[in-house]
Every structure is written in C-alpha cells, then in structure tokens.
C-alpha cells in the first residue's frame, strides 16, 4: 500500500495540473448560504475541503437530478426524424475531490441497482466508471454521523480510489486503486509519505470511530418478517409528523429512484431522467388513478423498510443507508431515522 | 413560555380523561437541538411526551386537514388564524376541536442559533429571554430576540385569535412594527432587478416542495404540479418550472397566508420563500383592509365582492 505525502503548498497547482486530463467535482460553499454543494468546478475555481459536508450528497457526479437520456425530432425534414437518440455525452475522466467516504461508499449500494447482472443503466454506469473518488477522511465526525454503524466510517475505503487524510501543513493520499494512483500522477503528487504514515493513519482512523457517538442497531430486523414488520403499529406514529416533502429522499447519497419525463417543443423533443421520491403520492399512481401507497403512511413505511429491511434481505449486505446524517439534519419536522431504525429493530 | 407546559399537560390530560377529545395534537421533544416533532397523545399515560418552548414552529394547522376525530390543537397565533381559515374552508370544523390557545413570544431560528455557535451545536438551554448555545469546549449566551424566526421578529398577531382553553394569560402584542420594509425594498427595484433578485433567490431550489408540505394552505388533493393529465409543470429543475411552481404556489396563498414562517423553517435550502407571500400579504391588507384567520365570521376577501366595487370588471 503506498502512502503520498502532499504539501498544502502543492495542493492547488496539483489540482490545477490534473484539469487538463480531468473534470474536477468538489464541495463548494453556495452563495450566500450556510451550507456547500457538490458540484463540477468551473475553471480555477478549488474544492473547498472544509466544506465536505455537503447539503445535498455527491450522488449528483453519476445521477444528477436530471439527465436527458434521449432526444428526437419529428421533423420529416431532419435525417433522424421520429428516431429517438442518445445525445452526445461526455464521459472523459472526471474527479471528484473531498468526496467523504461514506458518501463514495453509498456509490457501492446505488451500483446494486443501476449495474445488475440483467440491466445496465448506461448513464449512470458511464459516468460511474469514469470516475476517480478522492476521498477525504473524516478527523473529526459530526453528531450525526452514525457511519460507523453501516459498514462504512470516516475513513472507509470501500468507495475510494484515494484516501486524502487531512494532517495539518500536508495531506496523507493512501493510494487505493490504479485509478487512485493515475490521478495522483497526472496531479502530480509523487512524493512518498515514508514509513509511518500508514501507521499515522491507523491511529487518526481509530480517534475518528471512537469520536462517533452515534449509532443503530439492526440485527434484529433482519430476523423479523417482512409482513410483521409491514403490519406493525408504529407506523402510525413514525409518519404522523412527516410532512411528504422529498427532502430526506433527496438529499440522501443512496436514494436511486428517478422519474422519466418527456418535453416537447414543437417538433423536437427530449426524454429526461430526474429524480423521483417515494414520498410523493405521484411516485406510485396508476394510469388507472388507483394508487397503491396512497396514503402518507404507506409511503413512510414503503422508505424505511426498502432501506432498512428489504434491501438488507435482498442483497444481504447491511442497510441502504451509510449514515452519513443529512436527512436527519436537512428534516423539516425531525424524523429521525436512527430513532426509527430503533423501533424497528425493537 | 417555559411555564405554559406545566398547563399544556393538565388541560391534555383533562380533556384526554374527560374524553372530550381523541388526542391531543403537540410537540414532543426532538433528536437535534432546537427540533421539536410534531405529535399526538392518545392517553394520559403518554401526556408526559409533551414539551413546550420557542422551538415549536410548525404550524400545528397543517395536522387538521380532514381529520375526522375529535382533536385537542395546542395553537400558537399564527396556529390559530390557519385554524380559522381550515375551519373557513371546511378542511376541519369547529364543533371537532378543542384548541388550547398559546400566547407566543416567538420561535427560534435554528439557522440564526447555528451562525451565531459558528460551529456544530451540541445542546440548547432556552431561559425565558436568552439562549444558551452549547457546543464542544465552550457555550455562548446570545439574546432570543436576536435569533428568531425573521416572522416572529415582526408578528403583531402573537396571541390566539380563537381558543378554547388558554393556557396563560395574553403576552404584550408588538407595537409600531414595520412588517413591509423588506417588500418596499423588492417594489422599488426596477423590473430586471426584480427578475435578477427572483432567481437567485429560488436558484438553490430543489423542488422537494418541502415549502408547499409544511403550509397549512396547501391541502389541495392534487397539486398543480403533481397534475399528469395534463401536467402543467415539468418536474426538473429548469428555472421555468421552478419559478411556475413557486409564483403558483404563492398567488394560491393570496388573501390566506398568516405569514407563520412553516415554508421558510421547512426549506431545506435556506429559501426566504416569504418574499413572495409577503407581497401578496401586504397587498390584501393595503387593497382590501384584508387580513386572513382573524374571524370566523368574516368571508375571506377572495371569496366575496362587493357591489360598489371601484373596478369594473367584477359588474
């Protein structure tokens, strides 16, 4: 395992050096507001790596929350009229900076759904594929952050390529795959960290998980039934405050649900995937007007249990969450999913 | 207002004994600082789950829609003017109710707590004027009057205008505010500065519609936007659909709105959404002499006319 050791000095002209073989996404702080976004860089502007917490989770590199998948004409004129085609996109290398690893972690439970044996979703699987994960470790956990509890951690390296560790003057890059390594070269960032860096890392990972204070338990969801756990009697007072709004389903790094949409004008026309959320009644609606989960009960259930016991029995890997706090944080009305996991699991 | 929970309590317990009512409709303590979660209480067993304090801002009325029991509501005065106008417009009726009227010095800003800490808070203590933020290795004491809701700041309605129980005597209603500044402010720009001010305002949008959630005025059974056939509004975030979402939304709260602050509280992006319903807030009151929730017996200025009206084209 080789460890690079990055001078803060050198931090912005390795970056600068990696835009020309590189499209950078990182955290930025949104004007005027409290809180960053992860976004693609415009030129010369620098990941802010103490802005990593973002609102709304990186996810948005691979699924933005619209993409066009297809565009047509129906002009007789035009030589492709009335075929539908998959527009030019732009799959180059790309980056993303500071991605905290909880957040490339959930890449690996969203890949469950969009790259199965059967289908392959080509939008999200290009752009995935195309993608460096450069992870920053997390020194010091929020109190929400409950990553510790769900296979992943401040320091997990499952989703990663590199795992930058913030040392004070310099970064330690624990280089994690080939991609990991080509980025670091085509950056720049050369230099080994020396013998005991890997140790030094070992030990800040160590101070990091014992500074969680938060954590679930879910071992005894996965021993109960689906049916009881559909029928049980909490439900009522888990959604009795939710409002239905989307903002839990969207700011989550491993909500993958998205809606299709065509738009029209005049004679040309596109067809757009955007995200979705089982929240809203229209999620589930019939052509028929009949709607399965039509009320707001049925739709909070149908959240937690697909993350918290469907998923964990279909693909036998833990839960769909990576605990990285932000619909806890960013819920209008406090619904909490560590406490939910709680009665579930009670 | 630290004081009102020991009465929220009683009355709760009262009327849950007396079977008066099904349940009570409250706050109960939250997982994060300054984050109470709505809720109700079935039994007087569970009446202890109660709280109280400036972190009540949910608007209590949005948990009235079509209920079909008999309900005990904890309302605030802006709770109260959205339960005259769901009980206006027969989202729930009076004989249902038993409201248990708070009188409200305001609520907290938890955005405002959270700049004023600079970094993560781990606890908030209220004491009946200032709060104290908590967080790792220090606290700090800032005045409640510094950190609440832009709303509440400039409320003149802080007592409830219709209850059934009150569970103190009336607070001091706030005098010679100015409640429009910032809309003059937005009328006196030019039409492109307004168009400019607009869109950066809704450019961090999301359309989680967490706004549109939180408002009691939106029951609709199907809103506009989530209309499939046809559907009027597309669901990206191109700024067109944003904007049409936003503008519809506010005109439908025209001559309705309390200005309670539930869309701004609920907006995960940090959105003023009160600008836009401010204006059409100033607008009914300024035009109409209009200002909604206060009165059962009054219809609402949108749904009445009147003969000598000065315009023409109601005649």
């Given at each position: 395992?080789?460890?690079?050791?990055?001078?803060?000095?050198?931090?912005?002209?390795?970056?600068?050096?990696?835009?020309?073989?590189?499209?950078?996404?990182?955290?930025?702080?949104?004007?005027?507001?409290?809180?960053?976004?992860?976004?693609?860089?415009?030129?010369?502007?620098?990941?802010?790596?103490?802005?990593?917490?973002?609102?709304?989770?990186?996810?948005?590199?691979?699924?933005?929350?619209?993409?066009?998948?297809?565009?047509?004409?129906?002009?007789?004129?035009?030589?492709?009229?009335?075929?539908?085609?998959?527009?030019?996109?732009?799959?180059?290398?790309?980056?993303?900076?500071?991605?905290?690893?909880?957040?490339?972690?959930?890449?690996?439970?969203?890949?469950?759904?969009?790259?199965?044996?059967?289908?392959?979703?080509?939008?999200?699987?290009?752009?995935?594929?195309?993608?460096?994960?450069?992870?920053?470790?997390?020194?010091?956990?929020?109190?929400?952050?409950?990553?510790?509890?769900?296979?992943?951690?401040?320091?997990?390296?499952?989703?990663?390529?590199?795992?930058?560790?913030?040392?004070?003057?310099?970064?330690?890059?624990?280089?994690?795959?080939?991609?990991?390594?080509?980025?670091?070269?085509?950056?720049?960032?050369?230099?080994?960290?020396?013998?005991?860096?890997?140790?030094?890392?070992?030990?800040?990972?160590?101070?990091?998980?014992?500074?969680?204070?938060?954590?679930?338990?879910?071992?005894?969801?996965?021993?109960?039934?689906?049916?009881?756990?559909?029928?049980?009697?909490?439900?009522?007072?888990?959604?009795?405050?939710?409002?239905?709004?989307?903002?839990?389903?969207?700011?989550?790094?491993?909500?993958?649900?998205?809606?299709?949409?065509?738009?029209?004008?005049?004679?040309?026309?596109?067809?757009?995937?955007?995200?979705?959320?089982?929240?809203?009644?229209?999620?589930?609606?019939?052509?028929?007007?009949?709607?399965?989960?039509?009320?707001?009960?049925?739709?909070?259930?149908?959240?937690?249990?697909?993350?918290?016991?469907?998923?964990?029995?279909?693909?036998?890997?833990?839960?769909?969450?990576?605990?990285?706090?932000?619909?806890?944080?960013?819920?209008?009305?406090?619904?909490?999913?560590?406490?939910?996991?709680?009665?579930?699991?009670? | 207002m630290l004081a009102y929970i020991d009465k929220i309590k009683e009355i709760s317990?009262?009327?849950?004994?007396?079977?008066?009512?099904?349940?009570?409709?409250g706050f109960?303590?939250?997982?994060?600082?300054?984050?109470?979660?709505?809720?109700?209480?079935?039994?007087?067993?569970?009446v202890k789950?109660l709280v109280w304090d400036?972190?009540c801002?949910?608007?209590?009325?949005?948990?009235?829609?079509?209920?079909?029991?008999?309900?005990?509501?904890i309302?605030?005065?802006?709770?109260?003017?959205?339960?005259?106008?769901?009980?206006?417009?027969?989202?729930?009726?009076?004989?249902?109710?038993?409201?248990?009227?708070v009188?409200?010095?305001?609520?907290?800003?938890?955005?405002?707590?959270?700049?004023?800490?600079?970094?993560?808070?781990?606890?908030?203590?209220?004491?009946?004027?200032?709060?104290?933020?908590?967080?790792?290795?220090?606290?700090?004491?800032?005045?409640?009057?510094?950190?609440?809701?832009?709303?509440?700041?400039?409320?003149?309605?802080?007592?409830?205008?219709?209850?059934?129980?009150?569970v103190a005597?009336?607070?001091?209603?706030?005098?010679?505010?100015?409640?429009?500044?910032?809309?003059?402010?937005?009328?006196?720009?030019?039409?492109?500065?307004?168009?400019?001010?607009?869109?950066?305002?809704?450019?961090?949008?999301?359309?989680?519609?967490?706004?549109?959630?939180?408002?009691?005025?939106?029951?609709?059974?199907?809103?506009?936007?989530?209309?499939?056939?046809?559907?009027?509004?597309?669901?990206?975030?191109?700024?067109?659909?944003?904007?049409?979402?936003?503008?519809?939304?506010?005109?439908?709260?025209?001559?309705?709105?309390?200005?309670?602050?539930?869309?701004?509280?609920?907006?995960?992006?940090?959105?003023?959404?009160?600008?836009?319903?401010?204006?059409?807030?100033?607008?009914?009151?300024?035009?109409?002499?209009?200002?909604?929730?206060?009165?059962?017996?009054?219809?609402?200025?949108?749904?009445?006319?009147?003969?000598?009206?000065?315009?023409?084209?109601?005649?």
């Amino acid at each position: 395992m080789k460890v690079i050791k990055i001078d803060k000095k050198h931090w912005a002209g390795g970056i600068e050096k990696s835009r020309s073989a590189y499209r950078l996404f990182g955290p930025v702080m949104v004007e005027n507001k409290d809180f960053s976004e992860f976004k693609e860089l415009d030129a010369g502007e620098m990941p802010d790596m103490k802005a990593t917490d973002t609102r709304t989770s990186p996810k948005s590199i691979c699924f933005p929350p619209e993409e066009v998948m297809l565009e047509y004409s129906t002009d007789e004129a035009c030589d492709d009229c009335n075929l539908m085609k998959v527009p030019e996109k732009n799959y180059s290398p790309r980056a993303a900076i500071g991605i905290r690893p909880y957040d490339a972690a959930a890449y690996l439970v969203v890949k469950k759904n969009f790259d199965t044996p059967e289908y392959r979703d080509p939008y999200w699987c290009d752009a995935y594929e195309a993608c460096t994960f450069i992870g920053l470790a997390v020194n010091h956990p929020s109190r929400l952050d409950f990553s510790t509890s769900t296979n992943s951690g401040p320091f997990d390296e499952s989703g990663l390529d590199v795992l930058l560790v913030d040392m004070g003057d310099h970064y330690f890059a624990k280089v994690i795959t080939e991609k990991g390594d080509a980025y670091l070269k085509a950056a720049g960032w050369e230099k080994s960290a020396g013998k005991d860096a890997e140790q030094q890392i070992k030990d800040l990972k160590t101070q990091a998980e014992k500074a969680i204070q938060s954590t679930v338990s879910f071992d005894r969801i996965k021993e109960k039934s689906i049916m009881d756990l559909h029928g049980a009697e909490f439900w009522n007072d888990i959604a009795f405050s939710c409002i239905n709004c989307g903002t839990c389903t969207y700011v989550c790094p491993t909500c993958w649900c998205f809606d299709i949409q065509d738009e029209t004008r005049g004679k040309t026309g596109v067809r757009i995937k955007a995200w979705d959320s089982c929240m809203y009644p229209l999620f589930t609606i019939h052509t028929t007007g009949h709607n399965p989960r039509e009320t707001k009960v049925q739709r909070v259930r149908q959240r937690f249990m697909h993350k918290l016991k469907y998923y964990m029995d279909k693909y036998q890997e833990g839960i769909m969450c990576v605990g990285c706090g932000r619909c806890i944080r960013s819920c209008p009305v406090n619904i909490d999913i560590r406490r939910v996991c709680q009665v579930m699991n009670g | 207002m630290l004081a009102y929970i020991d009465k929220i309590k009683e009355i709760s317990d009262r009327l849950l004994q007396e079977k008066k009512v099904d349940l009570i409709i409250g706050f109960r303590k939250g997982t994060l600082p300054m984050m109470n979660e709505p809720c109700f209480v079935r039994s007087s067993a569970d009446v202890k789950n109660l709280v109280w304090d400036s972190n009540c801002g949910i608007n209590l009325a949005n948990y009235l829609t079509n209920r079909k029991e008999k309900i005990g509501v904890i309302a605030k005065g802006c709770d109260s003017r959205n339960i005259v106008t769901h009980i206006i417009e027969n989202k729930i009726s009076r004989d249902q109710l038993v409201i248990i009227g708070v009188p409200c010095k305001g609520m907290i800003d938890r955005r405002k707590v959270y700049a004023a800490a600079g970094q993560e808070v781990t606890e908030v203590v209220e004491q009946s004027d200032a709060i104290v933020i908590q967080f790792a290795g220090g606290e700090k004491t800032v005045k409640k009057t510094d950190v609440l809701q832009d709303n509440c700041a400039i409320c003149i309605h802080r007592n409830p205008v219709i209850s059934d129980e009150m569970v103190a005597e009336p607070v001091e209603e706030q005098k010679g505010v100015d409640r429009y500044e910032d809309v003059r402010r937005v009328e006196a720009m030019s039409p492109a500065e307004k168009w400019n001010y607009f869109e950066e305002l809704l450019a961090p949008c999301i359309r989680c519609y967490a706004c549109r959630n939180a408002c009691p005025l939106c029951y609709c059974p199907t809103c506009f936007v989530d209309e499939s056939k046809p559907q009027w509004v597309g669901k990206t975030l191109d700024p067109i659909d944003t904007r049409t979402f936003h503008f519809l939304r506010a005109y439908h709260c025209a001559g309705r709105c309390t200005d309670c602050g539930s869309c701004v509280r609920a907006c995960p992006m940090g959105i003023d959404v009160r600008a836009f319903t401010k204006k059409l807030e100033k607008d009914a009151l300024e035009l109409f002499g209009w200002e909604a929730g206060m009165s059962l017996d009054v219809r609402p200025t949108l749904d009445t006319f009147k003969p000598d009206d000065p315009n023409t084209f109601i005649k």
